[in-house]
T-cell receptor, first 115, second 114 residues
Framework: AQTVTQSQPEMSVQEAETVTLSCTYD???????LFWYKQPPSRQMILVIR??????QNATENRFSVNFQKAAKSFSLKISDSQLGDTAMYFC????????????FGGGTRLMVKP | EAQVTQNPRYLITVTGKKLTVTCSQNMNHEYMSWYRQDPGLGLRQIYY???????DKGDVPEGYKVSRKEKRNFPLILESPSPNQTSLYFC?????????????FGPGTRLTVL
């Protein structure tokens, strides 16, 4: 079974600065996907970024980028130029293609962006 | 507009009173699933469906039932709710594995069982 661990329950950052959220996972699979989801106070789950395990290049979406270290089973999210609207819970998630598209989530990191 | 809708959005009920939470999608996705979210545990999968009339258990299926009689709908049924089923529930959809694997989530249903 896969497990996903987010070791930082809460973090804060000043507006316009950069913050990195950590995620580690455990799997014996070689082909999988990793995701970061954002959950603002509205509770909506919003996809931030995804990474295919077979791709060496780190995914980037505007101010959001990942540092994917496959050997270390690490998948951190970097948010640059933090904005007040980035305040949310962030969930790291793992998907194994052989497990019915099931997402395995970490426990989440609550990020507060301070003005 | 591509949408996943859930109803009701909020529900307070009592132990043992059967309830159904509906999920509907207009994206013609084959894959649908239900998750529950509890503090500190992230989201955990309850049931999923790869296509019409094909359903299977996720990580935490006890106390829940599902059905998939048509592609667009995937209701979650609690035959005899108990207080430990108080949670935030999400429906999610995607095309099957091997293609675009991103899952799209509904807005969530906050369920309280007294």
């Amino acid at each position: 079974a896969q497990t996903v661990t987010q070791s930082q329950p809460e973090m804060s950052v000043q507006e316009a600065e950069t913050v990195t959220l950590s995620c580690t996972y455990d799997t014996s699979e070689s082909n999988y996907y990793l995701f970061w989801y954002k959950q603002p106070p509205s509770r909506q789950m919003i996809l931030v970024i995804r990474q295919e395990a077979y791709k060496q290049q780190n995914a980037t979406e505007n101010r959001f980028s990942v540092n994917f270290q496959k050997a270390a089973k690490s998948f951190s999210l970097k948010i640059s130029d933090s904005q007040l609207g980035d305040t949310a819970m962030y969930f790291c998630a793992f998907m194994n293609n052989n497990a019915g598209n099931m997402l395995t989530f970490g426990g989440g990191t609550r990020l507060m962006v301070k003005p | 507009e591509a949408q996943v809708t859930q109803n009701p959005r909020y529900l307070i009920t009592v132990t043992g009173k059967k309830l159904t939470v509906t999920c509907s999608q207009n994206m013609n996705h084959e894959y649908m699933s239900w998750y529950r979210q509890d503090p500190g545990l992230g989201l955990r999968q309850i049931y999923y469906s790869m296509n019409v009339e094909v359903t299977d258990k996720g990580d935490v299926p006890e106390g829940y039932k599902v059905s998939r009689k048509e592609k667009r709908n995937f209701p979650l049924i609690l035959e005899s709710p108990s207080p430990n089923q108080t949670s935030l529930y999400f429906c999610a959809t995607s095309v099957p594995s091997g293609r675009t694997d991103t899952q799209y989530f509904g807005p969530g249903t906050r369920l309280t069982v007294l």
